[in-house]
């Protein structure tokens, strides 16, 4: 006999069968079932009639209940044939108990004019069940289509795709995703396996709740350009970079989302190159820079005593020359130490305003091109590297004179507010487009337009200050419109005791 389990799953096959909603979106309109089905019925209440009530005339109204059920079931489950189908059968069998039972007269023309009708009822109630229901086939096919289409879209993009359902189970994936990852994902579901590429091989460095298509779906919100590294089956270390968007329905739920991951790997080495390139360059460079100051300064007091002013204004050019390259040195040297963490602080309490005038009138002594008001000096008290200060608002100074006209004003603001110190430093320069503001605090970034004038530079300067700031606690910002100046704000927290 069949075990309890196989019967179970017979059971459950012959009920999906018979369930005409899940032939839903088929569109397989067949004729066989409902014949057969409404054959046997026609058949059964025969038997029933001739064999167990023994009374031909025993066929009565419950018939027509039971073929009408059957005309809307099988409009539902196979369309209009399946309807029009059981509604021939039924009619047929009509017709047939009128002359097996032999009406007569006026039964005979009441029993041929309800036969008619019913079945002008029931082949209209069999074209419109079944035309709804082919209309539903049809939208559904079409959504499938739609979802092949995307499917052979996705699998050809040149990034990672991942679309998760709303509950985080994973609807699509394409190809790359598993070269990117290394390995083919099978069947994976719920939301712990949506965090997959960077998110479920992070090895529990990533927790779930910190994937993007989590938070996406969690938050409704975008993600974006998440990195991460994971370690791949063939224990290849690989750089991802992650974002993700919610998917919305018309009314704005969030129905499902989709992740977006790039292999990085090759950028990161490069960069990595590039990183260490800077790192041997300049400390490379920085002991034959000391030992040319030195002999400079030597080569001055000489020429001092010969009393030769061409010699001695040449000897000045140098000076100045040497010190800038001096200062690109030491700021490469900074970006080499940010990279590998070894950027020292040493903090003394001081006044920030009397910092700032120091470096105001040193500009004013050097530059003649820009005015520089300095206001808002009530004296602010602060505790940091007076020395790394100094460099953020020279930086900040000198960018300002650098990307504005001369002649212009250049506005230095000092403000205590909720418990934060905050300069600004404001130009009216060419500005910063929308869309390059964040990205000029990243290292070795300048913005470079076909039309604009190029100016000099390596684009660390706002990167080291930036990281000064940080390890402050405090944060830098921009406000700027292109073409109407800037305005460079930094904030130190101050603390209680100030
Ligand atoms: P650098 O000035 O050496 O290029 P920075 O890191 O100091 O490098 O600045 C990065 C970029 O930000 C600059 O190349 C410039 O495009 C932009 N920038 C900085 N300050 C200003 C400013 N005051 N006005 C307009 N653009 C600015």
Redesign the pocket.
Known sequence: MLNRYVRIRILMRLLRYLNPIEHLGEKKYSFIFPFITNLSICLLSEVYSYKMVKNPMAVGAYIIFVNVALIIYFSFRSGIIGGLTATVITVFYYVYIIFTRHYQGTMLYSGLLTTAILFVLYASISFTIGWLKQIIDSLIEREANEKNRLRSVVQQLPVGIVIADKKGKIEITNRKLDTILGQKRHGHSGMGSTLIAAEVQSNGSVSNAQSPLSLALTTGKPVTDKEFIITRPDKKVVYLRVSAAPIRSRRGDTIAAASIIDDITQQKEIEKRKDDFVNIASHELKTPLTSMKIYIESLRRRVQELNDDQAHKILQRIQIQTDKLQELVNDLLDVSRIQTGKLQFTKDEFVLNDLISEIVEGFAESEKKQVIVYSGKTPIRVLADRFRIYQVVT?LLT??I???PPGSAIRIVTKRQDNRAIVSVA?S????AKEQQKK?FDRL???TEPKEKT?P???????ISKEIVKRHRGSIWVE?QKGKG?T?YFSLPLQKEY
């Open positions: 930086n960018n300002a650098k990307y504005s130009d320069g060419i500005g910063i000029i970034y300048q913005v100016f530079g390596l684009g660390i300067g706002l990167y700027s800037s460079f």
